[in-house]
């Protein structure tokens, strides 16, 4: 039973490259989360989808991120212009449900950004 | 804004004896999670606890809720080399689940 699986699993680049990550969900979960994760921060919710329609996006830092779910098994996490402080680890999880009958969140090994 | 507050940070034990880590939160909630984290991976589930509910087990793990005092703990028992992870609590904050910062827990040989 695969899990979430997340590309690349390690990414470098310069600053100003545009930056693209990628998540395949647990086929028939209905919720797919974006997080990122500093020892300053910890984990932040950055957005989530429900039925690959994004819900609250409020995490989201700035307009130089952007989050598509085109179908049920594919979302994107992009990043441009990438900025240094933008380096973190990006998890991507997905879950059943939420609210009062809330399951678990099932996560992928992230992706290590960083930005030079 | 943090929800849940682990504590404490970090914990180093011999192996063979018990952790605990407490956390702490500040609106009602549904429920409560725990999950781990071993380096360089995603969180892993561990248990998860409703508002009704004082004590779960789930093997060497232990977790009770407190919800007059909004507190929560997880007893590892008789622990291994193996345990030695990161512990995060997230509870429920409207359709969104927030997690803490982390309990850091190393099991010394």
């Known amino acids: 039973d695969a899990g979430v699986i997340q590309s690349p699993r390690h990414e470098v680049t310069e600053m100003g490259q545009e930056v693209t990550l990628r998540c395949k969900p647990i086929s028939g979960h209905d919720y797919l989360f974006w997080y990122r994760q500093t020892m300053m921060r910890g984990l932040e919710l950055l957005i989530y989808?429900?039925?690959?329609?994004?819900?609250?996006d409020s995490g989201m830092p700035e307009d130089r991120f952007s989050a598509k779910m085109p179908n049920a098994s594919f979302s994107t996490l992009k990043i441009q212009p990438s900025e240094p402080r933008d380096s973190a680890v990006y998890f991507c999880?997905?879950?059943?449900?939420?609210?009062?009958?809330?399951?678990?969140?099932?996560f992928g090994d992230g992706t290590r950004l960083s930005i030079l | 804004s943090q929800q849940g507050e682990e504590d404490p940070q970090a914990l180093s034990i011999q192996e063979g004896e018990n952790a605990t880590m407490n956390c702490s939160y500040k609106?009602?909630?549904?429920?409560l999670q725990w999950y781990r984290q071993n380096s360089g991976r995603g969180l892993v589930h561990l248990i998860l606890i409703r508002s009704n509910e004082r004590e779960k087990h789930s093997g060497r793990l232990r977790v009770t809720l407190d919800t007059s005092k909004k507190s929560s703990s997880l007893l590892i028992t008789a622990s291994r080399a193996a345990d030695t992870a990161s512990y995060f609590c997230?509870?429920?904050?409207?359709?969104?689940?927030?997690f803490g910062k982390g309990t850091r827990l190393h099991i010394l040989p």
């Open positions: 609106t009602s909630i549904n429920n």
């Open positions: 997230a509870t429920d904050q409207g359709d969104k689940i927030i």
């Open positions: 999880a997905s879950s059943l449900s939420l609210g009062e009958s809330n399951q678990p969140q099932h």
């Open positions: 989808f429900n039925n690959n329609v994004p819900i609250d």
